[in-house]
């Protein structure tokens, strides 16, 4: 029996997109390999099936909505813990290139083991502290995409991003509240950096109707569309 597929209505109405049989199947797959993994490792406290849908994929995927027309990009997820938002991306975006990062070996040796159980050769997982990979010359300016979850403060996670992007590159940070002093101190980095700020995204999570945020940076003179 599918856990997910009851909500299939939810992905159409909000994200505007349907997974394949064969995508459905991967996210029930990644489903169990958490489950299992939980065992051995404090991957999530998120184990119902609803709200693994919808805190886990459903909100991995609605950061990059607004990129979802674009193809064969490179991205890369910043502690991605046990490979979210990294996993459902590549799931969900074939023609994408997605590296997930993590500072934890045994995060990563789950990641790298969930790639291949999924079979996603457009997913690899690398070891290794955001602040010090994006010095390597493999990684560095090298990225279309640079998304961050629950990592730290909005300035903190927008250092860790910046040096990976691309001169046309976006930072992603997936926040949940949004608050005015984190918006000052992002603005004042921002300032600092070259950076801007190019759109804050606030909508509700379609099962609990829950708060969320998407705040995009760019490299100055680069924009997103609004779709």
Known sequence: MSHFSHLCDHWQTTLNWLPTPEQLAQFEKL?????????????????????FWEKHLWDSLRGVLAFWDREN?????????????GIPIAIAKPSWQVTLVDSKQKKVAFAAETIENLQLPNAIAQWGRGEDINKLAQYKKKYDLAVVRAVGKPDLCASYCLPFLKRSGTAVLYRGQWLPEESEQLDIFCNQEELQVVKQDRFQT??????????????????????
Do not use: C, M, W
Not at 73 to 85: E, L, Q, S
Not at 206 to 227: K, M
């Open 206 to 227: 379609p099962l609990t109707e829950g708060i969320r945020h998407s705040v995009y940076l760019s490299p100055r003179s680069t924009s997103i569309s609004n779709s």
């Open 73 to 85: 990009i490179k991205v890369i997820d910043i502690g991605t813990g046990a490979g979210f938002p």
């Open 31 to 51: 489903y169990e390999l958490v489950l299992e993994g939980n065992s051995k490792q404090n991957l999530t406290r998120i184990t119902e099936p609803d709200d």
